[in-house]
């Protein structure tokens, strides 16, 4: 008998209708009352269970709403459902049926594929690459510059995804440190540098499209393309940077790091870059320039970007705060061909690769106001100084056993393993012993081309650097 399996409770919060609506849906999505079971009359359910008629009534249509019961005049309600198998209505219904893996797209089963960034221990420990020192920003100027961003929010215009005051105060930084020729209007503001190669890739990549990237090189921007459909190609590298193969038709789009290799730290020569702008045709072939530590520089002038020797609007030119700045901080920008501006805002808008605008204004002031330059050069001068430190504790105590290629600039460097063999089981060995590296046969596409590790110096004070080399000298 129905009635047997349903309690009701006089006294309960929830009033009597509700319980038993709640009630008879889970013994029917349970399977308990079975598909194409006659309920009693709700004349008879009522007086079984001691309630009014109406209490039935009412639970009965808001079951039939819901799909789980067909009624029809005169006749008693007849359970639709086959328990187990519906899971929705409600909330409540619950499921036999154990879930399978949910099919994916093939844009986020190729993102898992390539899922880099998840080798990495969640707390930061010396030497891991790729980090700007935290400790070292003024968090107090910025601290004021928010400040101000925020109380004048009120009076701001809304609107622009792209803060005018800040696409201008960038546009004017890049021209006169690095050589980028641009109007404000096409500086594009974006939540970091991954954002811009997210957007471009999904602007511009059909799928089977070929792409360049550097090898060894950034995964990052390997997965992006490679999610939108890309068949992504590596590039050996030499001395002046990656390489062309002779007599190859350039492909849609080629990814590089001209200022400093991502990993190596190698500089492009003047010549490679001319000859990689030379193959690309205008309108067929685009590039993508990612400066994400070109402020860096030690030894030599900086070289001017490649997005300024273009004359014809091929190349997108990708920074990031991530890396002068703090890693937390959450802007990058991207600096748009014109022919491909308007297209990028609208893709930019609807992927919601959006800055905060009070963060974007803050950040304008922190730039006019020139607390960014006077930032800049404490930090080269400070990274400089623990390159040379970390360069020189290496040297001197794993000599026999890591061969240092020092870069001109940026943030991290290269070992290489003199003797050969796995650099991923000394990676292991040294996270085991409290130093984070990461294996550079990891950033190869195919067949790894080299083993060696890449170390951060910028995040690690001298003493720090010290202890982390001597942890490692005792690992080898
Ligand atoms: C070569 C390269 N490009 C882009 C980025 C990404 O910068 P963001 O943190 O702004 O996404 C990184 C970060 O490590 C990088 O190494």
């Not at 800040?166 to 096409?186: D, H, I, K, M, N």
């Not at 400089?384 to 000599?399: K, N, Q, S, T, Y």
């Not at 290489?416 to 046969?441: P, Y």
């Not at 596409?445 to 202890?467: K, Q, V, Y």
Request: charged share 25%; net charge positive; aromatic share 6%.
């Amino acid at each position: 008998m129905i009635s047997g399996l349903i309690t009701l409770e006089r006294s309960g919060e929830a009033g009597l209708v509700v319980q038993l609506t709640g009630q008879l849906r889970r013994l029917i999505a349970s399977g308990r009352i079975g598909k194409d079971r006659v309920l009693p009359s709700s004349r008879r359910l009522a007086s079984d269970l001691g309630v009014s008629r109406n209490t039935v009534s009412f639970a009965f249509e808001q079951l039939a709403a819901e799909g789980y019961l067909a009624m029809s005049h005169g006749r008693r309600p007849v359970v639709m459902v086959d328990g187990g198998e519906r899971t929705e209505g409600a909330g409540t219904a619950v499921s036999r049926v154990q879930p399978g893996k949910p099919r994916l797209s093939p844009w986020a089963s190729k993102l898992r594929e390539t899922d880099w960034p998840m080798s990495y221990l969640a707390s930061l420990r010396p030497l891991r690459p790729g980090h700007a020192d935290a400790r070292e920003f003024p968090n107090e100027i910025w601290a004021r510059c928010l400040r101000r961003s925020a109380v004048q929010s009120a009076r701001r215009e809304i609107g622009a995804v792209n803060r005018p005051r800040l696409r201008e105060a960038l546009a004017q930084y890049l021209a006169t440190s690095r050589g980028v020729r641009a109007a404000a209007a096409q500086v594009m503001i974006l939540p970091s540098a991954q954002a811009a190669l997210t957007l471009i890739a999904a602007t511009l990549i059909t799928p089977g499209d070929e792409v360049w990237v550097e090898d060894p090189g950034y995964p990052g921007a390997t997965a992006a393309f490679r999610a939108s459909g890309a068949r992504v190609v590596g590039m050996g590298l030499d001395e002046q940077g990656m390489q062309r193969v002779a007599g190859t038709v350039a492909p849609r789009l080629i990814f590089m790091t001209p200022s400093h290799q991502h990993p190596t730290g190698r500089l492009m020569s003047l010549v490679r870059r001319t000859e990689f702008l030379a193959a690309s045709r205008p309108g067929k072939t685009w590039i993508i320039e990612d400066d994400y530590d070109g402020e860096f520089h030690y030894d030599s002038r900086p070289v001017p970007s490649l997005q300024g020797l273009d004359a014809h609007g091929r190349v997108f030119y990708v920074g990031t705060f991530s890396k002068v700045m703090t890693s937390d901080i959450r802007l990058g920008y991207l600096v748009a061909p014109p022919a491909l501006c308007d297209t990028l805002e609208i893709a930019q808008r609807h992927m919601g690769l959006i800055a905060a605008s009070h963060i974007q204004e803050a950040l304008a002031e922190f730039i006019i106001d020139g607390h960014f330059l006077a930032h800049l050069r404490r930090m080269r001068r400070l990274y400089h100084a623990r390159r040379d430190h970390l360069v020189g504790e290496m040297e001197r105590r794993l000599g026999g056993v890591l061969e240092v290629e020092t870069p001109s600039g940026g943030i991290q460097l290269v070992a290489r393993l003199k003797r050969g063999g796995a650099d991923r089981a000394a990676v292991k060995r040294l996270v085991e012993a409290g130093v984070e590296t990461r294996a550079l046969s990891t950033l190869s596409l195919g067949r790894p081309r080299d083993h060696g590790l890449l170390l951060g110096f910028a995040a690690w004070r001298e003493s720090e650097i010290s202890t982390a080399v001597r942890t490692m000298a005792s690992c080898f």
